[in-house]
C-alpha cells in the first residue's frame, strides 16, 4: 500500500512539474506576443502624429492661397467678394415634401397616447378655477430635462 502511495506521488510530481514547464513556454510565448503588439502600436502612433503633421503642414492658409492663385483660371474660380454673401432668408430651400395621409393616422395615435399620460389638476384654494391641464417634461433634443 506504501508502494503504491509513493508512485502516485512521484507520478502526481512529474505532471504537476510537466504543466509549470507547459505554463512557463506560454506564459512567455504570450509576453512576446503582448511586446510585439505594443510595438507596433508604438509604430503607429508615430506614424499617426507624422501624418498630422503633415497634414498640418499641406493645409497652411499661405500655400493653399498660393495654390488656389496658380490654379485661378484652370479651376474658374471667382474672387471672392461681400456680395457673394447673403441671408438665410434669401436661400432657396427645397420644397417640403407632401405629407402622406398615412402619417396623419400615426400622429393621432402617438398624440392619443401622450394625451393618456396628460394630468389634469383642480386648484382646490382660492377662487375657482377650471381644471388645467400639465402635460408632463419632456426631454429636450440634448437629453435635458426640459421643465
Known amino acids: 500500500m506504501r508502494g503504491l502511495l509513493y508512485t502516485l506521488s512521484v507520478f502526481a510530481v512529474v505532471a504537476l512539474g510537466f504543466w509549470a514547464y507547459r505554463e512557463g513556454y506560454e506564459t512567455r510565448a504570450t509576453e512576446r506576443?503582448?511586446?510585439s503588439l505594443e510595438r507596433q502600436i508604438?509604430?503607429?502612433h508615430q506614424e499617426l502624429s507624422m501624418?498630422?503633421?503633415e497634414w498640418a503642414y499641406l493645409n497652411r492658409p499661405d500655400r493653399l492661397h498660393a495654390l488656389a492663385e496658380m490654379n485661378f483660371e484652370r479651376l474658374g474660380l471667382m474672387p471672392l467678394s461681400p456680395d457673394h454673401f447673403a441671408l438665410t432668408e434669401q436661400v432657396g430651400y427645397a420644397p417640403p415634401d407632401v405629407p402622406n395621409p398615412l402619417d396623419d393616422v400615426m400622429a393621432d395615435d402617438l398624440l392619443e397616447d401622450m394625451v393618456s399620460e396628460v394630468i389634469i389638476m383642480?386648484?382646490?384654494y382660492g377662487?375657482?378655477?377650471a381644471a388645467t391641464v400639465i402635460a408632463p417634461p419632456t426631454l429636450?433634443?440634448?437629453g435635458e430635462q426640459l421643465p
Open 33 to 35: 506576443a503582448v511586446a
Open 42 to 44: 508604438g509604430e503607429r
Open 51 to 53: 501624418l498630422r503633421a
Open 122 to 124: 383642480n386648484h382646490r
Open 127 to 129: 377662487a375657482d378655477v
Open 140 to 142: 429636450a433634443d440634448d
